[in-house]
């Protein structure tokens, strides 16, 4: 059992960063692989990024490559999201997930409630 809590989301003009962190609780937050995934207003929920336990490997959408990051820092129960170089199209509900490293949602175990991310020109 782990419960997780997203933070960071909010209004930022394109071409901008933001950075989206998720706190984790409940057990040891390093057993569990974590990813990104985000909901575009009218589209269903898409993949964003990985992360290994220790944060050795990652994988992030062809969409996202070279302007977003995820990261770890395992002392602290948390998991990031670097977004550089925001688009229009990158406004979504962003949501963290824990219990695998893949790019499908339905192979994650848990989900936190999700923040909003808008992206202005």
């Known amino acids: 059992q782990v419960q997780l809590g997203e933070s960071g989301g909010g209004l930022v003009q394109a071409g901008g960063p933001l950075r989206l962190s998720c706190a984790a609780s409940g057990r040891t937050f390093s057993d569990y692989c974590m990813g990104w995934f985000r909901r575009p207003p009218g589209k269903e929920r898409e993949f964003v990024a990985t992360i290994n336990w220790n944060g050795g490997s990652t994988k992030h959408a062809d969409s996202v490559k070279g302007r977003f990051t995820i990261s770890r820092d395992n002392a602290k129960n948390t998991v990031y999201l670097q977004m550089n170089n925001l688009k229009l199209e990158d406004t979504a509900v962003y949501y963290c997930?824990?219990?695998?490293?893949?790019?499908?949602?339905?192979?994650?175990?848990?989900w936190g409630q999700g923040t909003q991310v808008t992206v202005s020109s």
């Open positions: 997930a824990a219990g695998s490293y893949s790019r499908r949602p339905d192979l994650y175990d848990y």
